[in-house]
């Protein structure tokens, strides 16, 4: 009786073990964030979220939106009990307005309203925060698990076009891009780079160091922008210490300190022996 009862035991250990594993909301990311349609339509809006690994959703898990100051401003939980999904799936929330104006069906019609000029949207489950984004001018950042420590935020997209995940450092700066709407798919929409926010390059005048001469055209300009704008270039390797050394290399001496006598001192040896070798 107590072999056939091992047997029955372990019989049902196997079924259990043999069963697919199941990852817990922790393999969710939020993948995409539509706060308004064209023209700044806050009907058309949706929520895409992603995973690479089989994962499920619990009656706790919830997504969460709160304003720049971290106040609450409105949660919605698509599914009432345990609800699970294979690996690599898009999970779609987007209002009946976004369903019609991208042409895809939504796994849920009811999404929280999102900010448009300053944001935050997290994953929760239970009393964690799984993943967040934030967006806009942010006083008080909401954390999640993984990015503890991060305040960043990125600035509010324009009307029609999506926050988009394009990394996974959980640096929000970082995480986050701006391109075209494509719900329930890959992030590999038309890319929409901010504006400059500094001043446009301006012209230099004639006679400036590195004017040349064209009077405000092509080429004749310099790059009044801040120094933070990625697009400033590097200056130029100045090598016209080349031209001291007849011989075409830069000179010997230069190996000595500035402050260093040597290259005098042997300089003045040299011309006292010149002189005593005279008849």
Known sequence: MACARLGSIALVAVAILGRPARAGVASWRLSEVLPAGANADPAIRFIELHTAASACWFATTRLAVYDGAGQSIGTVAPFVSTTCFPADTYLLLATPEAQAAYSVTADDAVVPSLPRTAGQLCLVSSSTPYDCVRWGAISVPVHDLLGPDDDTAVVAPPGGTSLIRVAEVHVVTTDWAFAAPTPRAPNDGTPWIPPDAGAPDAPLP????????????????????????????????????????????????RTASPS???PILVALVALARRRRRRP
């Not at 590195?210 to 310099?222: M, N, Q, S, Y």
């Not at 922008?225 to 130029?236: E, H, K, V």
Request: glycine residues 18%.
């Open 206 to 253: 004639d006679g400036a160091p590195g004017d040349a001469g064209l009077d405000g055209r092509l080429g004749d300009t310099i790059d009044a922008r801040p120094p933070s704008d990625a697009r400033r270039l590097p200056d130029a390797t100045n090598n016209r210490y080349l031209d001291l050394d007849p011989g075409g290399g830069a000179c010997a001496c």
């Open 260 to 262: 260093s006598g040597a």
